[in-house]
């Protein structure tokens, strides 16, 4: 495959990787299996890390010049690589936290989605899975953190 072939096949992955991201996120919300916030995230990786199975990082144009939370961004990042976790990014914060949040309460921390397994490990989902071959594969074509477009409602 040449490298041409590889970037226009990559939009197209990233679209059908979206629509898997927000069947999972979906399900996970069901699942009670999400942890929404930086800090939030901080603590389940600190306490349980192997209770994590997926990573979401959002960020947009309003906090890309933020310091504090690039740098949050960077440790997560280094504790996803060092702990296998499959991590993506996406640019549409408000779009994740559509998904993620209730309608009732209005999510302010939305930068870090951590998808986990609960304690018994009955839940699995295959577009769980498939997003872990995406992350997989992106990886070996050297791109660490590949950003999804969640699907438009």
């Known amino acids: 495959m040449t490298l041409e072939e590889v970037l226009i096949q990559k939009p197209e992955r990233a679209q059908c990787t979206g629509e898997a991201l927000e069947e999972v996120l979906v399900a996970a919300?069901?699942?009670d299996s999400l942890t929404v916030g930086v800090y939030e995230s901080a603590k389940v990786m600190n306490l349980d890390p192997d209770s994590v199975s997926f990573c979401v990082l959002a960020v947009d144009?309003?906090?890309e010049c933020d310091i504090a939370l690039q740098i949050?961004?960077?440790l997560i990042q280094s504790f996803c690589f060092d702990n296998d976790i499959s991590i993506v990014r996406v640019s549409d914060m408000q779009r994740l936290a559509d998904i993620v949040g209730d309608k009732a309460e209005q999510l302010e921390d939305v930068?870090?989605?951590l998808i986990t397994n609960p304690a018994d490990g009955s839940w699995e989902d295959p577009a769980l899975?498939?997003?872990h071959l995406f992350?997989?594969?992106s990886r070996r074509l050297n791109d660490w953190l590949p950003e999804i477009s969640l699907p438009e409602r």
Do not use: G, S
């Open 129 to 131: 899975e498939k997003l």
């Open 61 to 63: 144009e309003e906090f």
């Open 135 to 137: 992350c997989e594969e």
């Open 29 to 31: 919300k069901d699942n």
């Open 72 to 74: 949050h961004f960077t």
């Open 111 to 113: 930068h870090c989605v």
